[in-house]
């Protein structure tokens, strides 16, 4: 059954500038590993890293929840509720509003990239049209490996640079983690492939 409600989704990656970030329209129906497939493809990882969200419940007293994590913490005291693997096979529709709440999505624990994902609209569903979607954002996603916004950063003042004498290594390094020539500024939605979340949740099950 095609599902009623398309999400549209802003998610960016925190502390870069000029800002990295990809607008996504997602069913209302998806799970946690369906979204964080999806978001693998718009920004280019390549899901070789672990990740987690993390939903926080801010009410009108200003009173916070614990934060809840969906998968491993990436603190070895985390103080909030913890909802293991299958916990990713729970409706994001619970947990992301427009009114309420606040999900971030971190991706590898050693570079630490934090996205924040905002609900910007709620679409009725098109016949014909096939999701996940992605219809807008800024900027190719950062190579995987780089060490994080500020290794990132870094990297990209020696490629801006062709007198820096480690330039030629960076950008072939940066063309082998994408696959292709690396260029930081250029992203065009309709060039995003999404893959199928439930043939990766099969091949991450076999190992």
Same mark, same amino acid.
């Given at each position: 059954? %095609?599902?009623? *409600?398309?999400?549209?989704?802003?998610?960016?990656?925190?502390?870069?500038?000029?800002?990295?970030?990809?607008?996504?329209?997602?069913?209302?129906?998806?799970?946690?590993? *369906?979204?964080?497939?999806?978001?693998?493809? %718009?920004?280019?990882?390549?899901?070789?890293?672990?990740? *987690?969200?993390?939903?926080?419940?801010?009410?009108?007293?200003?009173?916070?929840?614990?934060?809840?994590?969906?998968?491993?913490?990436?603190?070895?005291?985390?103080?909030?509720?913890?909802?293991?693997?299958?916990?990713?096979?729970? &409706?994001?529709?619970?947990?992301?509003?427009?009114?309420?709440?606040?999900?971030?999505?971190?991706?590898?624990?050693?570079?630490?990239?934090?996205?924040?994902?905002?609900?910007?609209?709620?679409?009725?569903?098109?016949?014909?049209?096939?999701?996940?979607?992605?219809?807008?954002?800024?900027? &190719?996603?950062?190579?995987?490996?780089?060490?994080?916004?500020?290794?990132?950063? &870094?990297?990209?003042?020696?490629?801006?640079?062709?007198?820096?004498?480690?330039?030629?290594?960076?950008?072939?390094? %940066?063309?082998?983690?994408?696959?292709?020539?690396?260029?930081?500024?250029?992203?065009?939605?309709?060039?995003?492939?999404?893959?199928?979340?439930? %043939?990766?949740?099969?091949?991450?099950?076999?190992?």
């Amino acid at each position: 059954m %095609a599902p009623k *409600q398309i999400y549209q989704l802003k998610i960016t990656l925190q502390e870069i500038e000029p800002p990295i970030w990809r607008r996504i329209l997602v069913p209302s129906t998806y799970d946690f590993w *369906q979204l964080h497939c999806a978001i693998q493809d %718009a920004f280019g990882w390549t899901d070789s890293h672990l990740h *987690q969200f993390t939903y926080t419940d801010s009410y009108t007293d200003h009173k916070v929840n614990k934060p809840i994590v969906f998968g491993i913490p990436y603190e070895a005291e985390f103080e909030g509720e913890v909802v293991p693997f299958a916990g990713w096979q729970h &409706n994001i529709e619970r947990y992301i509003t427009s009114d309420i709440g606040n999900i971030l999505y971190i991706y590898d624990f050693g570079d630490m990239w934090q996205h924040t994902i905002e609900l910007e609209e709620i679409l009725p569903y098109e016949k014909g049209i096939k999701y996940p979607r992605c219809i807008g954002g800024a900027r &190719n996603g950062p190579p995987e490996d780089c060490g994080g916004p500020t290794g990132y950063e &870094n990297m990209l003042e020696v490629l801006f640079d062709p007198t820096d004498p480690d330039h030629e290594d960076t950008a072939e390094w %940066a063309d082998s983690m994408k696959g292709n020539t690396f260029c930081p500024e250029t992203f065009d939605p309709s060039k995003v492939k999404f893959t199928s979340s439930g %043939a990766r949740l099969k091949r991450l099950l076999e190992h």
